[in-house]
Nanobody, 117 residues
Framework: QVQLVESGGGLVQAGGSLRLSCAAS????????MGWYRQAPGKQRELVATITSGNITNYPGRFTISRDNAKNTVYLQMNSLKPDDTAVYYC???????????????WGQGTQVTVSA
């Protein structure tokens, strides 16, 4: 029911900025928490930031997460990027299908972020 399309990744120099976006499409569901994860080569996938339907966020430091509910889109503003930020970034949404009683997960396809020294 839920399709996620990510964009905004690319190659930047250390200290630069990127803005990732993830748009959810489909019907028959409501979206709850949205978030971003990342996975570097040889590393475990790790949580970057989340934002609830009530706009409660975590990890609000160097990266800023936001959402536009009218567009079903979540963003990740990444400033002061470092080489260690190099990873594939994945969008995640928790959603509730109409008529269902429990939340489910959807994942984006991933977008590559590469930060050069």
């Amino acid at each position: 029911q839920v399709q996620l399309v990510e964009s905004g990744g690319g190659l930047v120099q250390a200290g630069g900025s990127l803005r990732l976006s993830c748009a959810a499409s489909g019907s028959g569901f409501s979206i709850n928490t949205m978030g971003w994860y990342r996975q570097a080569p040889g590393k475990q996938r790790e949580l970057v930031a989340t934002i609830t339907s009530g706009n409660i966020t975590n990890y609000p430091g160097r990266f800023t997460i936001s959402r536009d509910n009218a567009k079903n889109t979540v963003y990740l503003q990444m400033n002061s990027l470092k080489p260690d930020d190099t990873a594939v970034y994945y969008c995640n949404v928790r959603f509730l299908p109409y008529g269902s009683s429990y939340l489910r997960n959807a994942w984006g396809q991933g977008t590559q972020v590469t930060v050069s020294a």
